[in-house]
T-cell receptor, first 113, second 117 residues
Framework: SQKIEQNSEALNIQEGKTATLTCNYTNYSPAYLQWYRQDPGRGPVFLLLIRENEKEKRKERLKVTFDTTLKQSLFHITASQPADSATYLCALDPSGGYQKVTFGTGTKLQVIP | GAVVSQHPSWVICKSGTSVKIECRSLDFQATTMFWYRQFPKQSLMLMATSNEGSKATYEQGVEKDKFLINHASLTLSTLTVTSAHPEDSSFYIC?????????????FGPGTRLTVT
């Protein structure tokens, strides 16, 4: 069955360092992979989308890589700040049509001042 | 831009009663809206796709008679949880698709926390 794995344990990182979050998937061939930020008691906020034919995408301090051979995406936050503390979700979209977008359980990031 | 609101933000109801949750796109029109449910420390699970002017499409395992969805306009979709039971207590989140060509972003509402006692 299709499975998305994100590190369920919280990631604690010192302010100013680069945070790296992992999203692995099995039995899936996504056309798009998305990363969202979710704060407690709030809905997810879209951050970045990367297509299957793209290796890397950047936006300000964020960088996403997508390796369809390894079936893995890495999400990096450089120069992390306490305000970056949140849960980060990856989501796989097979076609861009949302019908079967599947979310991972998320990884909680805590940036320590 | 692309703001989605939900109302109420939280609701407590008694078992057996019905609860309506509204999802509105404030600054864009959305022909398609989505309803998700999220249990603590679990991922968002798509419940149904709501299309303006037509019947919703429900995911496997979601009871359409229990979770009534109405998408009466291009800016409003409602989810009614009928005859709610404690196991329906969850965080319900809607999202909307602006339908902008070439982009695949979903815009999520802030969520509604439902507690059934």
């Amino acid at each position: 069955s299709q499975k998305i794995e994100q590190n369920s344990e919280a990631l604690n990182i010192q302010e100013g360092k680069t945070a790296t979050l992992t999203c692995n998937y099995t039995n899936y061939s996504p056309a798009y992979l998305q990363w969202y930020r979710q704060d407690p008691g709030r809905g997810p906020v879209f951050l970045l989308l990367i297509r299957e034919n793209e290796k890397e995408k950047r936006k300000e301090r964020l960088k996403v890589t997508f390796d369809t051979t390894l079936k893995q995406s890495l999400f990096h936050i450089t120069a992390s700040q306490p305000a970056d503390s949140a849960t980060y979700l990856c989501a796989l979209d097979p076609s861009g049509g949302y019908q079967k977008v599947t979310f991972g359980t998320g990884t909680k990031l805590q940036v320590i001042p | 831009g692309a703001v989605v609101s939900q109302h109420p933000s939280w609701v407590i109801c008694k078992s057996g009663t019905s609860v309506k949750i509204e999802c509105r796109s404030l600054d864009f029109q959305a022909t398609t809206m989505f309803w998700y449910r999220q249990f603590p420390k679990q991922s968002l699970m798509l419940m149904a796709t709501s299309n303006e002017g037509s019947k919703a499409t429900y995911e496997q395992g979601v009871e359409k008679d229990k979770f009534l969805i109405n998408h009466a306009s291009l800016t409003l979709s409602t989810l009614t949880v009928t005859s709610a039971h404690p196991e329906d207590s969850s965080f319900y989140i809607c999202s909307a698709d602006p339908g902008t060509s070439g982009t695949y972003e979903q815009y999520f509402g802030p969520g509604t926390r439902l507690t059934v006692t």
